[in-house]
């Protein structure tokens, strides 16, 4: 399969899913996001793309809960989310995957994609021994849920390895798995191919097209893989030095003369 010739099939109609308005990030005197106003609408594959330190991990932490933004509103179906703690905005229906693999080693694949299914686990020792048939349940919807999940990332003959053995391409995918099963209406994928052959970004690519399309996604896509970027993203909003530089149509977007200077920039600079 080429990558060029890879077509997303869900198209994006106007209802908002993500507004990020005028946002901000400080880490003591690091404006590491600035002013960042951006939209992401249902059924959307939108591309987050810069150079390195450009401000995106920064910009998915703080629609995430992980380090809140210090200015600006971030909107998720109209309300306000900018406030809330990570586990409550996991509530909302917005899962993420991680930029560096951050799985569970020491654990099986299975018992890693079911630990994306705590949202919907009970702790309650007491109502567990009280209903023992609510708890089975519930345990019974739980695994439907990542068997489906399993299947449709074709991880069967994995499941019951450590995931620490399985190779980088598939522990990428085992985090995906873990993302999914929490049954998420909006998906962040934080550089979900890095350190993969071309093989295996290919797979991914169709892995995450089958996934959105079966589940009816919306996605917020951080990849430096240009070519990853233009086959599968709707559109592109482009970081440099924590600030919005350009969005647009990926391939305008990409040969845009601020966004190749910006680029070169960065490898002039790493040169000198
Ligand atoms: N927790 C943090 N504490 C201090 N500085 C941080 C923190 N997180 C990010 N930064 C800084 O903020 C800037 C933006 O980093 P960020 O990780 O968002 O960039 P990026 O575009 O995701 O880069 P890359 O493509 O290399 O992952 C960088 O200068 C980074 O060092």
Known sequence: MSLTSTLTSTAPNNEVVLACHNISRWFGGLHAV??????IRKGETLGLVGPNGSGKTTTVNAITGFFPPQEGEILYMGR?????????????????????????????????????RHNFMKPSVLRAMLY????????????????????????????????????????????????????????????????????????????????????????????????????????LVVLNNGEKIKEGQPLEAISDPTVVAAYIGRVDNAAA
């Open 34 to 39: 600035k002013h960042v106003t951006m939209e």
């Open 132 to 235: 023992w048939w609510s708890a089975q349940k519930e345990e019974v919807s739980n695994r439907y849920k990542v068997e489906e999940i399993i299947d449709l990332l074709q991880l069967e003959d994995v499941r019951d390895e450590m995931v620490d053995v399985v190779p980088l391409g598939t522990q990428k995918r085992v985090e995906l798995a873990r993302a999914l099963v929490a049954e998420p209406q909006f998906l962040i994928l934080d550089e979900p191919m890095a350190g993969m052959n071309q093989e295996e970004k290919e797979y991914m690519v169709r892995f995450i097209l089958d996934a959105k399309e079966a589940l009816g996604l919306t996605i917020l896509l951080i990849e430096h893989h240009m070519d990853v970027v233009t086959a599968i993203c709707d559109r």
């Open 80 to 116: 306000p989310i900018q406030k809330m703690r990570p586990h409550e905005i996991a509530q909302q229906g917005i899962a993420r995957t991680f930029q560096n693999v951050a799985l569970f080693k020491g654990m099986s694949v299975l018992d890693n994609i079911l630990l994306g």
